[in-house]
């Protein structure tokens, strides 16, 4: 498959899931983003109130909007591979928020080195270097390729001064991914265990995957030699998310990548395993899925 079919297919996906997205992962995205947001704020950084704010991988605007809330008429540009997510971001803001909100489709994975990420920000006056004073994300960035290309990119968007900052947020794989052990979980009770009808081991992250944990986050960090004030948070929280927003999310109703992708890999009776997943998750889940999360504040190192 080509990379612009690739990546234009990766866009229709994630424009389907923008109608549900914030009934499903969202919900912890949420949680997480307003962690992030607060952790952000603790740090000897700009205020989120003086600040001139880029968000890669925006969605449906679980971190912009936390952000517009509480300061209106902050500058922030969202950009997010998907349209429809951008348009569920500026329809949901808040009536007498976002003044000062713009969006813009943009693919980092499509950008594969520095001289052409250098060469779409110059055609794009929205990305001009050292524009920013924050850059901030929750969730895109784990699933980027080549993160030490990645963290020069977004420190050459940093305005030049000690108080700028890169805010992240990374899913810690340590425990698994929630979703996919909810599926494995009721894959197995659907077909008595037998693997020939799914696959336990198949991960959701891209191979080679670089990030999944707090001490991988760090090393990358520290070890780049680009950022100094290096703060690592790991937390969890959990969503009730029941059988009605979690079946969905594995089949066609829903349409979100990652849900569909781990789907894709049960071959056995659809019906048996969406009883399977009610069945879980009333037993083992009662007081939600339980989520964990890497947070991350730098500032750049000039």
């Known amino acids: 498959m080509s990379a612009s079919r690739n990546i234009a297919e990766t866009k229709q996906q994630w424009d389907k899931a923008s109608a549900r997205y ?86 980092l994975n499509a950008v594969t080195s520095a001289a052409e990420f250098a060469a779409e920000s110059e055609a794009e006056s929205a990305l001009q270097p050292h524009s920013f004073t924050h850059v901030m994300s929750t969730f895109a960035f784990q699933r980027m390729s080549d993160p030490a290309t990645r963290f020069k990119q977004y420190r050459s968007l940093l305005v030049h001064q000690p108080d700028s900052v890169f805010a992240v947020a990374i899913w810690d794989l340590t425990f698994g991914l929630p979703p996919k052990d909810l599926f494995d979980k009721a894959a197995a009770l659907a077909t008595e265990g037998d693997t020939s009808l799914y696959d336990p081991a198949y991960s959701v992250l891209p191979p080679g995957a670089e990030m999944v944990n707090a001490d991988q986050l760090r090393k990358h960090l520290e ?80």
Do not use: C
């Not at 071959?267 to 999360?293: F, H, M, N, R």
């Open 223 to 302: 070890e780049s030699g680009l950022w100094t004030n290096v703060q690592i948070r790991s937390t969890q929280s959990a969503a009730s998310l029941d059988h009605t927003v979690m079946i969905p999310f594995f089949f066609e109703e829903d349409g979100h990548p990652v849900g569909k992708t781990i789907g894709a890999r049960y071959q056995g009776d659809k019906g048996a395993l969406k009883a399977a997943i009610k069945t879980v998750i009333e037993k083992e889940y009662t007081s939600g899925l339980p989520s964990y999360a890497v947070l991350a504040t730098a500032n750049p190192k000039w």
């Open 22 to 107: 914030d009934d499903t992962v969202g919900q912890l995205s949420t949680i997480f983003a307003h962690q992030l947001i607060e952790m952000t704020e603790a740090g000897p950084n700009v205020p989120l109130a003086k600040a001139n704010i880029l968000e890669l991988g925006a969605g449906t605007g679980n971190l912009a909007h936390q952000v517009l809330n509480k300061y209106p008429d902050v500058d922030f540009l969202a950009t997010d591979v998907s349209q429809g997510m951008l348009d569920v971001l500026v329809s949901s803001t808040k009536p007498g928020t976002g003044s000062r909100l713009r969006t813009k489709v943009l693919d």
